[in-house]
């Protein structure tokens, strides 16, 4: 099925025949430069609007949008065609704008805890909507005067378990929105070959990785896909990533009381990040509640003591404001109302 964002130009060419050549590039500007749904394109008769609102339908229908931070956070659940549903976050900074996209619905990488691992993988997400995500959140921002200028692959799924569509879509941001790829951010869990491709391919996206764990023992545990990509060949691959690409690396580690805050821990990791040419970032974060995993995040003091022996470490560390957590659209907590498996066993 066509879809609104998930139509090439040429599809759209296709469905344009009987028009004027130069309506494709008015519909595909009002599509993407001017964010504009088919009914508000003025340049555009009256009944070539009405036909576009048939023919180039929403891919993503809205079941809910919660507000919170002050109208600052705003999250947004969706419906998508064959019923199973997504959330995408935007986020509202003084200096920027985030939207937060979701790759698949669900995931299938079981990290215990994270919600969306907690629900399972029900399916991926296409190109369009993906895109779409970032086009509705960016009409929702422009509602409110704010311009969506960066984009983070940290929603719901694992976006080098669905690389192409993911691709598409850095490439339909960049090139159409108009995002520079430098405001891109794609987060993954560790997929070694998907690392490696991504830093093969023309654009040069920022690359962080869900560390959460410094050596094998913990990883193995915490992050269940590091018992096929391991630690030292995932950071081969982050090696390899930084120096194709030039980019920024950033690990993202939600501190666990007890489990990853220890000063064992901060040893291990600023060795790591101190082994890149370019020292790699770390985002810390406590980890946020989620109804299948009963350790709670470290308190804030922790969070505070780690960053700093980090910090005296020579490493590079920042603590991450948490935003959304009352509505349930922080890190890790995105599972769209689907039912949590309290036990993981079988
Ligand atoms: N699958 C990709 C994209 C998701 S990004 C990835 O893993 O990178 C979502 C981020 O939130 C990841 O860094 C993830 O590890 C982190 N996260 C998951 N559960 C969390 C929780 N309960 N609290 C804080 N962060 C969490």
């Not at 065609?81 to 704008?97: F, H, K, N, Q």
């Not at 805050?261 to 101190?274: G, K, N």
């Not at 009963?294 to 560390?317: I, K, T």
Request: with cysteine.
């Amino acid at each position: 099925m066509i879809t609104r964002y998930g139509a090439s130009r040429d599809e759209l060419q296709n469905l344009l025949l009987n028009e004027p050549r130069y309506r494709v590039d008015q519909v595909w500007k009002g599509l993407y430069t001017e964010l504009n749904a088919p009914e508000d394109m003025t340049a555009l008769p009256k009944a070539l609007r009405a036909q576009l609102v048939d023919i180039l339908p929403n891919s993503l229908t809205l079941v809910e949008e919660v507000i919170s931070d002050d109208d600052t956070t705003i999250k947004f659940l969706w419906q998508l065609d064959g019923g199973s549903r997504i959330e995408t976050v935007l986020m509202i900074y003084p200096d920027r704008a985030t939207v937060c996209v979701s790759t698949q619905a669900g995931c299938a990488m079981a990290c215990g805890f994270c919600a969306t691992g907690q629900a399972g993988f029900t399916r991926h997400l296409t190109t369009g909507e993906i895109v779409e995500q970032v086009v509705r959140a960016s009409q929702r921002a422009k509602a409110m005067d704010r311009r969506v200028s960066n984009v983070v692959y940290m929603g719901m799924g694992e976006p080098l378990a669905n690389e192409e569509p993911v691709w598409e879509s850095i490439v339909r941001l960049h090139e159409d929105v108009g995002l520079s790829a430098r405001h891109l951010t794609v987060s993954t869990v560790g997929i070694i070959p998907g690392i490696n491709r991504l830093a093969s391919r023309p654009l040069p996206v920022n690359l962080a990785v869900s560390l959460h764990a410094a050596n094998d023992n913990l990883r193995d545990a915490l992050v269940p896909i590091n018992r096929r990509y391991p630690i030292k060949a995932l950071m081969e691959a982050c090696n390899g990533f930084l120096e194709s690409k030039n980019r920024r690396l950033t690990f993202e580690w939600a501190l666990i009381d007890g489990v990853n805050d220890r000063p064992s821990d901060a040893i291990e990791l600023a060795q790591i990040c101190r082994s890149f040419r370019v020292p790699a970032h770390v985002n810390l974060i406590p980890l946020n509640p989620t109804p299948g995993y009963e350790v709670r995040g470290s308190s804030r003091n922790q969070v505070q003591a780690f960053c700093d022996q980090l910090v005296g470490m020579g490493a590079n560390a920042t603590i991450r404001r948490n935003r959304g957590t009352d509505i349930a659209a922080a890190c890790g907590q995105l599972a769209a109302g689907q039912p949590v498996q309290i036990s993981r066993s079988k």
